[in-house]
């Protein structure tokens, strides 16, 4: 089973700051996801990154695959209330199987 | 074009009873697959069923089993419920099934189990 370790679990910062965090595994996905999620919601998908590598920007977000496409990070500019939520990163479970395996999320509480 | 549809919302049981939710996945979407989420395991692969057939199953006891329909809607049942089952299950559609693709999540149905 292919395992994703976020991190930080937990990050309140102040609005305006930056703020990264991290997706790592110790195995090869194909590609990965980020997604978040609001209380009361299910996960909304916000980018799938899939050549080690990339980057991917979705206005101040930015996402990174990394170049063995064994981890990924998400990059908040500038991070407003809005940006506040729980951040999931998904894989294929691979080995042919079918679903997606998630890590467990970063909890981000953006203060005004 | 509406969203992934879950009901019921919020349901209370006994430890013991069985529960059935009710997933309408996204018009054209056939391919259904559930989750569980809970605060210490995050979200969790039950299985997935495309076309009427499960294509997969994550590693969950036989007390949790599920089905689709003609017409793409899926149900997942929980038989003898325990208090761990407590937690927001999830239903996700997608177009096609194969891990890569894009699912969309519906807002989930809360279950606790007293």
């Known amino acids: 089973t292919q395992l994703l370790e976020q991190s930080p679990q937990f990050l309140s910062i102040q609005e305006g700051e930056n703020l990264t965090v991290y997706c790592n595994s110790s195995?090869?996905?194909?590609?990965l996801q980020w997604y978040r999620q609001e209380p009361g919601e299910g996960p909304v998908l916000l980018v799938t990154v899939v050549t080690g590598g990339e980057v991917k920007k979705l206005k101040r977000l930015t996402f990174q695959f990394g170049d063995a496409r064994k981890d990924s990070s998400l990059h908040i500019t500038a991070a407003q209330p809005g940006d506040t939520g729980l951040y999931l990163c998904a894989g294929p479970k691979g080995g042919g199987a079918d679903g997606l395996t998630f890590g467990k999320g970063t909890h981000l509480i953006i203060q005004p | 074009k509406a969203g992934v549809t879950q009901t019921p919302r919020y349901l209370i049981k006994t430890r013991g009873q069985q529960v059935t939710l009710s997933c309408s996945p996204i018009?054209?979407?056939?391919?259904v697959s559930w989750y569980q989420q809970t605060p210490g395991q995050g979200l969790q692969f039950l299985f997935e069923y495309f076309s009427e057939t499960q294509r997969n199953k994550g590693n969950f006891p036989g007390r949790f089993s599920g089905r689709q329909f003609s017409n793409s809607r899926s149900e997942m049942n929980v038989s003898t419920l325990e208090l761990g089952d407590s937690a927001l299950y999830l239903c996700a559609s997608s177009s096609e099934t194969g891990g890569g693709n894009t699912i969309y999540f519906g807002e989930g149905s809360w279950l606790t189990v007293v």
């Open positions: 018009s054209g979407h056939r391919s």
């Open positions: 195995s090869v996905f194909s590609s």
